[in-house]
């Protein structure tokens, strides 16, 4: 190949930050996902949705490796994920992540959450790494509650310190799994409005999420998993207002039907 056509290959490769390829995984013997391949651009915004057991959680989880899948690939910023634990590190560095439950350390204050791995991860000194952590608290609409625990804080309130806390990492993409499903309703606004301030911002994001007014507004691309697979996927119009497969459309009305 000359170097005139190697040249747009390279660009495709830089842009594309999430990479699943025939990827298959099983629970013993329990095909949990199956041929799942997703491509996620930069600055893309996905949205997973799919009926309980349907394998999102763990898709999720494979991409920075909480779990193993068995065949095919997953490559992040074009680096594929081995068991090799240096490529491993590097790749848990730029997968940021946020969880139903916040799993913020009960016995640390907000800010001594935020700078632990800052510090001890990315080796930053205690200095930068809380004036780091403040900008994101300021960022999250949480800057007055940083000496509190995380116990003395409202559900909404930890889940955004849960996404400040991935921030201090400078992760390339977030990844979400029902951030907003343990919450209280009148809490659930704030925390898709700092997802959504996110977003706007050019993050790439990966979000399980059963919030179609978020999906709608703010997803590039919404993904529907049934059964271990990707059944259908299309832009938030499309997909909402016609979907193509019965699996999608029987989702849909049962979803929408609340
Ligand atoms: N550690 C495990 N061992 C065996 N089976 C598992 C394990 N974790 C999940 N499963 C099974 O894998 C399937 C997919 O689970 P997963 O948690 O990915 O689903 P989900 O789409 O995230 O569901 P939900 O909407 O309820 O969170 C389910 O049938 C689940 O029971
Ligand atoms: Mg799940």
């Not at 629970?27 to 996620?40: A, M, P, Q, R, S």
């Not at 510090?119 to 790494?129: C, E, F, G, S």
């Not at 990707?230 to 207002?241: H, L, Q, T, Y």
Request: proline share 4%; charged share 20%; net charge negative.
């Amino acid at each position: 190949m000359s170097e005139q056509n190697a040249a747009p290959a390279a660009t495709i490769e830089q842009d594309t930050v999430i990479s699943l390829v025939d990827m298959n995984k099983w629970y013993g013997d329990f095909h949990v996902l199956k041929n799942i391949n997703l491509n996620v651009q930069r600055g893309e915004r996905i949205v997973i949705c799919g009926p309980s057991g349907s394998g999102k959680s763990t898709m999720i989880r494979c991409i920075n490796q909480l779990e193993e899948h068995q065949t095919g690939s997953i490559l992040v910023n074009g680096q594929e994920l081995t068991s090799n634990t240096k490529a491993l590190e590097r790749v848990r560095k730029d997968v940021g992540m946020c969880f139903q439950h916040f799993n913020l350390f009960p016995h640390m204050t907000i800010l001594e959450n935020l700078i632990l791995a800052p510090i001890w991860v990315r080796k930053m000194p205690r200095k930068a790494a809380i004036e780091l952590a403040m900008n994101y608290l300021e960022r999250v609409n949480i800057a007055e509650q940083s000496e509190k625990y995380p116990g003395q804080l409202s559900g909404g309130q930890q889940q955004r310190v849960a996404i400040a806390r991935s921030l201090c990492m400078a992760p390339k993409v977030m990844l979400f799994d029902e951030p907003t499903s343990a919450l209280d309703p009148e809490m659930i606004k704030e925390v898709l409005d700092v997802m959504e301030e996110l977003a706007n911002d050019g993050m790439t994001m990966l979000c399980v999420t059963h919030e179609m007014g978020f999906a709608k507004s703010v997803a590039d691309r919404v993904i529907f998993m049934d059964g271990g697979e990707i059944v259908e996927e299309n832009e938030p119009d499309a997909f909402f207002n016609n979907p193509q497969m019965d699996r999608t459309q029987l989702f849909l009305s049962q979803i929408l039907s609340h």
